[in-house]
């Protein structure tokens, strides 16, 4: 489905953005060039009646992506925790997207209920209320459970989401196709890499079952942290399209009125969510995704309470490190450090100049210290390392994009909470223990730890398994093969000498 009819979904995508008056706006928000304005008005006015009208009582940006449909409102959702990016106005419009779409009717839900669990609601339910929260993929409603009285929170997909998606998807990888023809350039950035990782995460979202594994998983990491605390999953009340999860009391992260009236710290809060954000990337490589104020909230006793598990991220224990040697070089001021770590891990091609590279990095590091969070242009500090990422070749890597996505997400949440908020003294403590701790002596002996079980699990294999594999290589060479009964002792050699110079270059590491 990915052929040339995707050009006039693109170009209502235009069309809407200019008839609703959002092009302007997201101009303005981009200080973007007068060439570029007139360019925009140029191709766009024209064709502007193509578009969609959408909701004439939304203000410009929220109408035009609440009709383009449940892909863009994703992307507005982001936009939506960075006024550093967008400025405040815009930002403050987007916010609705997060939980406050038009809803469907509550018969609709109770009908989608009845069908996935097999009863009806009324047997299920007390107190089935109308939507309390509504937004792109799904909508939300409090009840009470006949069998035990406590009150739950009851999420059901919306009807035709599948659909939508998959029309947006469609699209966004024809957009991503034609760029990679057009601009040989933007090949590194892998654009339909990209797309095809964004509709992996869309994918899991649209299955509540996978999300309330998440949620179970998700819990068992996280009972140890202070401050947080996630609702429980009803796994009997919950399907592929019904998720029902203990109700949760709180003030939206959102509300920073609300929230002063509470009496809660903002600036603490702020810390707090950086700092579960990198626990839960670093030490456990598996995290909330979707860490917007939408999905978090401040309980009576003043800890954050996450929910909507349908994006997370998981990053293995060696990208983890690598982020972190990363992170806690550009802390440290270490830029040399930071460029020996792309090169280390294949992020840049090995014929560009390190030292170059670290140059670079520096430019872009260090205007972010002693400075006051305020004063940084986050827009013009990510244009110019993408000028930086450009300039040395460096790829696009599909295992860091919701990472990185989401630590931009939580920095603007911290920042909506309190704005003088300097990430980098946050991050350094939470960086320097996961380094202690996976880096050191006791990393190293619990690295070869592991290497030594699994040699002992698949040892009795290994020979058979390289007798295989050298046999094979002979046979491709042809040429005569050794007698058979040779090969089991030259097989356990190399095994050994390849378990020797495993172990060695663990050490060395």
């Not at 107190?127 to 939300?140: G, K, L, N, T």
């Not at 509540?208 to 009997?236: H, I, M, Y």
């Not at 969510?273 to 598996?286: I, K, M, P, S, W």
């Amino acid at each position: 489905m990915r052929g040339p009819h995707n050009v006039w979904r693109l170009v209502r995508t235009g069309a809407t953005l200019e008839r609703t008056g959002a092009m302007k706006i997201v101009l303005d928000a981009y200080e973007a060039p007068p060439l570029l304005r007139l360019g925009a008005r140029v191709v766009g006015w024209p064709l502007q009646w193509l578009g969609h009208t959408g909701d004439p009582a939304m203000p410009p940006a929220t109408r035009a992506l609440t009709t383009l449909g449940p892909a863009y409102i994703k992307f507005g959702q982001i936009l939506s925790t960075r006024p550093d990016l967008v400025g405040n106005d815009l930002a403050l419009q987007l916010r609705v997207l997060q939980d406050q779409l038009p809803a469907f009717p509550t018969e609709v839900a109770k009908a989608t209920i009845q069908e996935e669990l097999g009863l009806p609601v009324d047997s299920i339910f007390d107190d089935f209320s109308e939507p309390v929260a509504a937004a792109s993929i799904a909508q939300v409603h409090r009840a009470r459970l006949r069998d035990t009285g406590e009150d739950v929170a009851v999420k059901v997909l919306r009807p035709g989401i599948e659909k939508a998606f998959r029309k947006d998807i469609d699209a966004f990888y024809f957009a991503a196709s034609f760029i990679e023809l057009l601009s040989p350039a933007s090949r590194r950035l892998h654009p339909s890499d990209v797309v095809a990782h964004f509709e992996g995460v869309v994918q899991g979202e649209l299955d509540l079952r996978l999300e309330a594994a998440s949620a179970s998983t998700f819990a068992s990491n996280t009972s140890g942290d202070a401050g947080f605390r996630l609702p429980a999953v009803k796994w009997q009340e919950s399907g592929r399209r019904v998720m029902t999860m203990s109700w949760v009391e709180g003030v939206s992260l959102g509300d920073n009125d609300a929230l002063d009236a509470a009496g809660h710290d903002r600036r603490a809060l702020g810390e707090r969510v950086l700092t579960l954000f990198l626990n839960h990337a670093l030490r456990d490589g598996y995290f909330h995704a979707d860490m917007h104020q939408g999905n978090l909230k401040v309980g009576p006793d003043g800890a954050i309470v996450a929910y909507d598990f349908g994006i997370m991220g998981h990053i293995d224990e060696y990208t983890r490190r690598v982020y972190a040697e990363i992170l806690y070089g550009f802390i440290t001021r270490d830029y040399m450090r930071v460029a020996m770590v792309h090169f280390e891990a294949g992020y840049v091609p090995p014929d560009r100049d390190v030292d170059e590279f670290a140059r670079a990095l520096r430019a872009v590091g260090e205007p972010i210290f002693g400075m006051d969070a305020t004063k940084i242009s986050m827009g013009r500090l990510l244009s110019y390392l993408f000028d930086v990422t450009e300039r040395f070749g460096m790829e696009t890597r599909t295992e860091l994009i919701l990472l990185q996505r989401t630590m931009v997400v939580v920095e603007g949440v911290a920042r909506s909470l309190s704005p003088q908020i300097n990430i980098w003294e946050v991050a350094n403590p939470v960086v320097e223990d996961y380094i202690r701790r996976s880096l050191g002596p006791r990393a190293l002996m619990r690295d070869l730890g592991r290497t030594a079980e699994v040699l002992a699990r698949f040892g009795p294999r290994l020979p058979r398994l390289v007798e295989r594999a050298l046999m094979q290589q002979m046979s491709d060479l042809d040429t005569r093969p050794q007698p058979r009964r040779r090969w089991p002792w030259l097989a356990g050699g190399v095994v050994l000498g390849a378990a020797v110079a495993l172990l060695t270059t663990l050490a060395l590491s």
